[in-house]
């Protein structure tokens, strides 16, 4: 059994947790998408930048999973 044929429950289950851990966490922490984080190298990324990239991320495995389907079509 290939991967392309593998349940993908276990995966929507995992991007629901993350998506509502962060909504729970900008929700109770005053200013949360005003604060930032620093890598090894000082530079700092808010965490607005975060969230919007990690949507964009996501945004891009969902396209890959509809290419995925048209192509085999599913």
Same mark, same amino acid.
């Given at each position: 059994? /290939?991967?392309? &044929?593998?349940? $993908? !429950?276990?995966? =929507? +289950?995992?991007?629901? +947790? $993350?998506?509502? #851990?962060?909504? !729970?966490?900008? +929700?109770? =922490?005053? %200013?949360?998408?005003?604060?930032? @984080? $620093?890598?090894?190298? /000082?530079?700092?990324? @808010?965490?607005?930048?975060? =969230? &919007?990239?990690? /949507?964009? #991320?996501?945004? %891009?495995? =969902?396209?890959?999973? &509809?290419? @995925?389907?048209?192509?085999? /079509?599913?």
């Amino acid at each position: 059994m /290939g991967s392309c &044929w593998r349940p $993908v !429950q276990p995966s =929507v +289950a995992l991007l629901r +947790a $993350v998506h509502g #851990h962060l909504l !729970q966490l900008i +929700a109770h =922490v005053p %200013g949360a998408l005003d604060r930032y @984080t $620093v890598n090894e190298a /000082g530079s700092r990324q @808010t965490v607005r930048r975060m =969230v &919007w990239m990690l /949507g964009a #991320h996501a945004a %891009g495995h =969902v396209e890959q999973i &509809w290419m @995925t389907r048209r192509v085999h /079509g599913i």
